[in-house]
């Protein structure tokens, strides 16, 4: 089956400790994305990547790592610099040069604790 | 910037009761305007894609319109199992990321 993982499926980090969210896809797509999802509000962008070992900031970077290595894995690390890093964390994937429909994995929750 | 506005927040209604959701948008240009389906806990479900004013697509009780300002999802006779939460994204030429609205959620009691 293609698709997208995301694990774990829930994550709970204490205060100043950093943790990574990991994304897997066997689409072959080639661009992926990490937005961050609050409660009333609507998904806002971390960080994407259009390509390996390229990558770029989205509306709300600060606090947030990413890198890409393989075209298969796109890892977000929540840095103890992220003030407020309890949420829902989703990965998607897309091919570029095509609809632009992207495709989600199944989210991470992450809590402070 | 890109802005989505989406419309009503919640939307309850009975099995049976057609409804329309609106997501009204402003963009320099449009390159796509998306409409996805989240349950709780899960991602996104991808749904619709339209591109231009008037196109309109169908999938079983769902059916998406566009115009130069607005999108409407029209549920017709709607089931339980189309409780969620519909997402309205657009995507502006030459950009990759999508802009989102909060969503709508929709509960259907039967």
């Known amino acids: 089956d293609g698709g997208i993982t995301q694990s774990p499926k829930y994550l709970f980090r204490k205060e100043g400790q950093n943790v990574t969210l990991s994304c897997e896809q066997n689409l072959n797509h080639d661009a992926m994305y990490w937005y961050r999802q609050d409660p009333g509000q609507g998904l806002r962008l971390i960080y994407y990547?259009?390509?390996?070992?390229?990558?770029q900031k989205g509306d709300i970077a600060e606090g947030y790592s990413v890198s890409r290595e393989k075209k298969e894995s796109f890892p977000l690390t929540v840095t103890s610099a992220q003030k407020n890093p309890t949420a829902f964390y989703l990965c998607?994937?897309?091919?570029?040069?095509?609809?632009?429909?992207?495709?989600f994995g199944p989210g991470t929750r992450l809590t402070v604790l | 910037e890109d802005q989505v506005t989406q419309s009503p927040e919640a939307l309850r209604l009975q099995e049976g009761e057609s409804s329309s959701l609106n997501c009204s948008y402003t963009?320099?240009?449009?390159?796509?305007l998306f409409w996805y389906r989240q349950d709780p806990g899960k991602g996104p479900e991808f749904l619709f894609t339209l591109y231009s004013a008037g196109e309109e697509k169908e999938k079983e009780r769902l059916k998406a319109t566009l115009t130069k300002k607005e999108s409407f999802l029209h549920i017709t006779a709607p089931k339980p199992e189309d409780s969620a939460t519909y997402l309205c994204a657009v995507q502006a030429p030459n950009d990759y990321k999508l802009s989102f609205g909060a969503g709508t959620t929709v509960t259907v009691r039967a």
């Open positions: 963009v320099s240009g449009l390159r796509g």
């Open positions: 998607a994937s897309t091919l570029t040069g095509q609809n632009n429909e992207q495709f």
């Open positions: 990547s259009q390509i390996v070992n390229d990558f």
